[in-house]
């Protein structure tokens, strides 16, 4: 065998660099994205070699094919040796005490661990922020995560969390393989921030010419012939590690140059036309049988192993025997590795002198940690596959009767040497309590991969099926992950293997998981009502079956068929003792009596047994509080909607109930845009969106609110696409009454741009689906735009009856937001025709109203509509209504409103000084100029902005020139949105 130096990076000039000026110009994003041995990791250690001399940290994470329950264990380990770059524990953020237990290796130079949070999800994203927290404070640093195509479901959250808003001085790099894989390496919730550098590497097989030169430098030599060079490209697809790996295999005396057809014989004898593993098998043959044991043990594993482990697996006969308690040298097998089993414990014998001279050939390479295994996964496979399926077994036998010894049995990695083994009975009882361990430590989405991992192979006996199916659907009603799930278990319900009860409970399951992680009413609602028919023998489960669908917020049926399938849930509950139930079906009563304004609904809520003794009763009136507190919201009870939310969180915490006080957080955001509370608004519901990507449910409060900011700031694009975002996008699978406020807002934008039309014909859409449903006090929201779209489009016979029909629809419903939209349709239909006067009055009496409730930015508008109105009656208390409604805008930040009223006051001869803003000095903006630096940051032209901001175009241009001058840049491009 010949002895070749180590592989030079040939061929990659442009990445290099490419890689080089992102990391060095933070905050960046770089994914270094080729398939397998193309040689992403020598891309990045090449390019981590050749960073500018300097004060940054490089963190190396790595992503495992098997992996243990160990949530963003990549970035963890990654995060484990910076002791030594840390501030004292007092300036650092405090809520980097809550990595504590995770990396306590550091415990010593954190801050105090706060307290703990009983919302796992809550949990998690303190967790997130504490993570970044540590980053930005041991920056410049550049962190390294190997394999990301390997990475679990936690890890690529944690990933896009840190990724989307990176500390200044972070530069995240990541290695991934695609293979065939559609969407994006860290998921399609990742969105690219405008201020940081989004950069993906690309790695390319080798042409001819890159060929020549890696393996002129591995031989050293540069008289390779052509058709040498031609035959090599064309035997490793000029792929760098098959290229490495054949070279290596060549012997050592290469004929010369002036015998080109022998050095073509060369590469034939090697005996490595295409395929790695034939070159791994050369190399493998000289070794010693020792060495060799070392390396098919090492591929047996999988996961880079400490040595005695190595040594157990591949059978040496001086290894100490495992029949009985495990040797010392294996100690605690960790969570993410086969075992750490540290050189120099136990017999060092045989074993070990092949491991140093698998070592010392190359075959083998040492990981952190004392660790040996491959250097890339295809090696692994190429040595695995050549190993005799009786010597395979066995391996895999000795390998579980090591890894069962340790303290810490790695039960992932148990139940795949089971399955290797044969084993079935220990790969089904290995795999399921992986699942348990999983679940039980939070990681949902390892639990879920185990399960479908097991029920995806054809050997599973049929007995294990039905209780794995059934596990995976709880798992998954109760997680967050359920692409997968979903996919797994419709392919299960198209089998007869399950039971009909066990086949009823995983349908009813799967109608959840997509009706609330997957945010899809119109897919989940037909799989609970078909779960129904399957579950009449178990009525406690067919009563939550119904309850669930009498949620009149969900799907497209009425009012009525809701009613009904409340009533079928409650008689059920009257056969059951079942306090637990009974208190479930209660609470979805009381949220439909508030949702749909009716007067009974705070006795309804009076009957929640808040006090009862049992957790499990307290868990669902704490699922009730916080729907209240939603449907308080959204008829505008916002006094009882606090109070509800106090009451809801305090019975959360009490008992655990985590997805309900999520949902109260978002919900929340809600209640403070309406009741006017904006200062900071768009980037608290920002943030909570962060932790909210993988379910849209919890979500849509937070888009429609972000649509409506930036609808009153007139970013017209950012508004659609949040409109979208909060349910427009498939308004029948979405929450109705947000969805039916984001038409609202959509309507309005229409208006606001002059496309009546459109605004015409999204008011219908969306009164029809109001109509359809029978619930009118959710229309708030929407009804008056509606009824001035149909106006302006000529239509007043529609705008007219649509008045008529919502008057009679909210009477006698306790739903003071609906009265108060009611009053300012009315304003709207009287000020389309020649009822001024009455409009005025309307719009003042809706004024009033809405002030009450309070919601100030309603009021502002209904206060718009007045001053209008009087305007047209040549009523001098116009130009004071207009100058309150500016000054109610300017004070919420609704810059675009506000600049429509000011436009009509300088138009008419008032004028309005903008509020000054607050801050002082020479360089200071003032309130106008930051406005026109915002719009200018997000992109928009001065035509653009003119109109957003009624101001004429030569206007803009010089606000424009002031700006650039007072911040002392050059280019539009470097105007950042101010504070």
């Given amino acids: 065998m010949s002895i070749v130096p180590p592989p030079p990076l040939v061929g990659r000039a442009t990445e290099l660099r490419a890689l080089i000026d992102a990391v060095t110009r933070p905050p960046a994003v770089v994914l270094v994205e080729g398939e397998a041995g193309i040689g992403k990791t020598r891309l990045v250690r090449a390019a981590l070699d050749r960073l500018p001399s300097g004060d940054r940290a490089v963190l190396l994470g790595y992503c495992h094919q098997i992996r243990e329950p160990f949530p963003y264990g990549p970035v963890f380990e990654a995060l484990r040796d910076i002791r ?103 998921g399609r919730a990742y969105r690219h921030q405008p201020d940081t550098a989004n950069v993906v590497v690309r790695l390319a097989p080798l042409d001819a010419s890159g060929v020549a030169s890696l393996a002129g430098a591995l031989l050293e030599r540069s008289d390779l012939s052509p058709g040498f060079v031609a035959r090599l490209h064309e035997r490793t697809a000029g792929i760098p590690f098959v290229v490495e790996e054949l070279v290596r295999s060549l012997p050592a005396s290469l004929p010369g140059a002036d015998d080109p057809d022998a050095l073509d014989r060369a590469v034939d004898r090697a005996g490595v036309p295409l395929l790695l593993r034939e070159a791994m098998a050369e190399r493998m043959a000289g070794l010693s049988p020792e060495a060799a044991r070392a390396v098919r043990a090492a591929a047996v594993l999988r996961l880079p192993a400490g040595e005695q482990l190595i040594t157990v697996v591949g059978g040496d006969p001086a290894a100490p025997s ?11 097998a960790g969570l993410g590795s086969a075992g750490s089993g540290a050189a120099g414990l136990g017999s060092a014998g045989l074993g070990s002198a092949g491991l140093a001279e698998a070592l010392r050939a190359g075959v083998l390479h040492e990981h952190p940690g004392g660790r040996y295994g491959f250097r890339h996964a295809l090696a692994q496979q190429a040595v695995y596959a050549a190993i005799p399926g009786p010597e395979r077994r066995s391996a895999h036998v000795r390998a579980m009767a090591a890894l069962a010894t340790t303290e810490a049995p790695p039960l992932v990695q148990l139940a795949f040497h089971a399955r290797q083994a044969g084993d079935t009975d220990c790969w089904v009882r290995h795999g399921t309590s992986a699942a348990q361990q999983a679940a039980a430590l939070g990681d949902t989405a390892l639990a879920v991969e185990v399960v479908e991992g097991m029920l995806d192979d054809p050997d ?46 995983v349908r009813l399951n799967l109608g959840v998981v997509l009706s609330n992680q997957a945010g899809d009413a119109a897919a989940g609602r037909p799989e609970i009502m078909a779960a129904l028919a399957e579950l009449n023998d178990r009525p406690t489960l067919a009563a939550r079956g119904w309850a669930s669908m009498a949620m009149p917020e969900w799907g497209p049926e009425s009012l009525a068929e809701h009613a009904e399938w409340m009533a079928r849930a409650e008689a059920l509950v009257a056969t059951a003792d079942n306090p637990e139930l009974s208190a479930a079906v209660l609470a979805n009563r009381a949220s439909f009596e508030m949702t749909t304004g009716s007067p009974g609904a705070f006795d309804v809520a009076a009957r ?45 915490l009490e008992t655990g109930a985590q997805y309900p006080a999520f949902l109260l957080d978002a919900s929340a955001i809600r209640r403070e845009w309406l009741t006017g509370r904006w200062d900071g608004l768009r980037d608290r519901a920002a943030s909570l969106g962060e932790s909210a990507t993988e379910t849209p449910l919890i979500a849509v409060d937070l888009w429609l609110v972000l649509g409506l900011l930036a609808l009153a700031t007139g970013e017209w694009e950012e508004a659609v696409r949040q409109f979208h ?84 629809g909210i009477a006698g419903r306790v739903a003071p937001a609906a009265h108060a939209a009611l009053d300012a349709a009315r304003g709207a239909l009287a000020a389309a025709g020649p009822g001024l006067a009455d409009a005025a009055a309307f719009f003042a009496r809706a004024r009033e109203a809405y002030a009450a409730l309070p919601q100030p930015y309603a009021a502002a508008r209904s206060a718009e509509g007045e001053a209008r109105s009087r305007l047209a009656l040549g009523d001098g208390a116009a130009a004071v209504v207009y100058r309150e409604a500016a000054e109610s ?74 700006v650039l001058r007072k911040l002392g840049v050059r280019s539009r491009t470097q105007i950042a949105p101010p504070a």
């Fill in 725 to 808: 975002r909060a349910g427009l996008d498939a308004p029948e699978a979405r929450n109705a009454p947000v969805v039916t406020a984001a038409a609202g807002g959509l309507v309005d934008l229409h208006l606001a741009r002059g496309a009546v039309d459109e605004a015409a014909a999204e008011a219908e859409r969306a009164v029809a689906r109001l109509r359809r449903k029978g619930v009118w006090v959710w229309g708030a929201s929407l009804v008056p735009s509606a009824v001035v779209a149909f106006a302006r489009a000529g239509r007043m016979g529609t705008a007219a009856e649509l008045v008529d029909e919502y008057a009679a």
């Fill in 608 to 652: 929640l047994p808040a006090e009862d003794p049992r957790a499990g009763v307290r868990r669902e009136v704490a699922r009730a509080y916080c729907n209240l507190h939603d449907s308080a919201t959204t008829v505008g009870l916002y006094a009882a909607a606090e109070r509800f939310a106090r009451e809801g969180r305090r019975l959360a």
């Fill in 460 to 505: 599973l006996p049929a007995r294990d099926r039905g209780p794995l199916v059934l596990m995976l659907s709880r798992f998954a009603a109760t997680g967050l992950s359920h692409q997968r799930v979903v996919r797994l278990l419709r392919q299960v319900l198209r089998g007869d293997f399950l039971s009909r009860d066990v086949r009823g409970e």
């Fill in 322 to 332: 495992h029949a009985g308690p495990g040797p010392a040298g294996l100690g605690s």
């Fill in 889 to 962: 805008y300017g004070r919420l930040g609704a810059t675009h409103d506000a600049a429509r009223c000011r436009r009509v006051l300088r138009d008419i001869g008032v004028d309005v000084p903008l509020p000054r803003g607050g801050r002082r000095g020479a360089g200071a903006l003032s309130q106008r100029e930051r406005e026109v630096a915002r719009l200018v940051a997000l992109g928009r032209t001065n035509r653009e902005i003119a109109d957003v901001l009624f101001l004429s175009t030569r206007t803009v241009e010089t606000h424009v020139a002031t």
């Fill in 84 to 186: 030594g770059r840390l501030p004292a524990a007092h300036r650092l953020n405090p809520v980097t005490g809550a990595l504590r237990a995770h990396l306590p290796e550091l415990a010593g130079a954190l801050p105090p661990s706060p307290q703990p949070l009983d919302d796992p999800r809550a949990e998690r994203h303190r967790v997130f922020r504490a993570i970044r927290a540590l980053l930005a404070a041991v920056g410049p640093a550049v962190l390294v995560v190997e394999d990301l195509h390997w990475a679990d479901d936690g890890t690529l959250d944690l990933l896009r969390f840190l990724t989307g808003q990176p500390p200044q001085g972070l530069a995240v790099v990541a290695t991934c393989r695609r293979d065939g894989v559609a969407g994006p390496p860290l």
